[in-house]
Structure formats: structure tokens, C-alpha cells
């Protein structure tokens, strides 16, 4: 099982970055996926998730800022992040998880300057 994120990168504060998250190896469409994100020194905290059907959830930290996404056809979940703040910076994770079975990508560094 592999899950490939990419897109992170350096950002000025109010900027936007979409990330992804390629699957492999699983049925993409039986697991639900969320990004997860970790900054330094503090524990690692969700972000958004959406279930196998497309129902989409967020902190209030993040709601009306990113949105999650995913395309079935592609294996892909997406992170578009808007408006973004020097406390977004962490590291963000994409997860896949469906009853018993859980599985982690990466990560990839988001940098928001001020």
C-alpha cells in the first residue's frame, strides 16, 4: 500500500496550495481519507476528512479554508488549502482508513511566511 503526497511547498501568508494524495495498493473507493497535519512540537492534529460516499468534515480551525476532494477515477484525495495562515505551517500527512485497517502517506512540508 503506498500513499504519495505531493504539492506542499513555501507560501506567503493569504496564499493557496492544493495538495494530493495518489493511492495505491487498496480499493480507493471502500476507505475513508483525511489529511492530517504536524507541527513541530505539537501532536498531530486532523484537518479534513471525507467518507467513501463524499461527506466532508473539518475542524473549525480550517472550515471555510480548505476543502477536501477526491476523484475515485484517479485514486487521488486533494487538500485545497485558501487563506492560508503562518499557523497552518506543519507538516501534512494523507491517511486511509477503513474499520480495523489505517495507512499513512509521507508527508509533505507546508511553510507559510508572514
Known amino acids: 500500500v503506498q ?3 505531493s504539492g506542499g511547498g513555501l507560501v506567503q501568508a493569504g496564499g493557496s496550495l492544493r495538495l494530493s494524495c495518489t493511492v495505491s495498493g487498496i480499493v480507493f473507493g471502500n476507505y475513508a481519507m483525511a489529511w492530517y497535519r504536524q507541527a513541530p512540537g505539537k ?3 486532523l484537518v479534513a476528512s471525507i467518507t467513501s460516499g463524499g461527506s466532508a468534515k473539518y475542524p473549525d480551525s480550517v472550515r471555510g479554508r480548505f476543502t477536501i476532494s477526491r476523484d475515485k477515477a484517479k485514486n487521488t484525495v486533494y487538500l485545497q488549502m485558501n ?4 499557523e497552518d505551517t506543519a507538516v501534512y500527512y494523507c491517511n ?4 480495523g485497517f489505517e495507512f499513512w502517506g509521507q508527508g509533505t512540508q507546508v ?4
Open 3 to 5: 500513499l504519495q503526497a
Open 96 to 99: 486511509a482508513k477503513r474499520g
Open 43 to 45: 501532536q498531530r492534529e
Open 111 to 114: 511553510t507559510v511566511s508572514s
Open 83 to 86: 487563506s492560508l495562515k503562518p
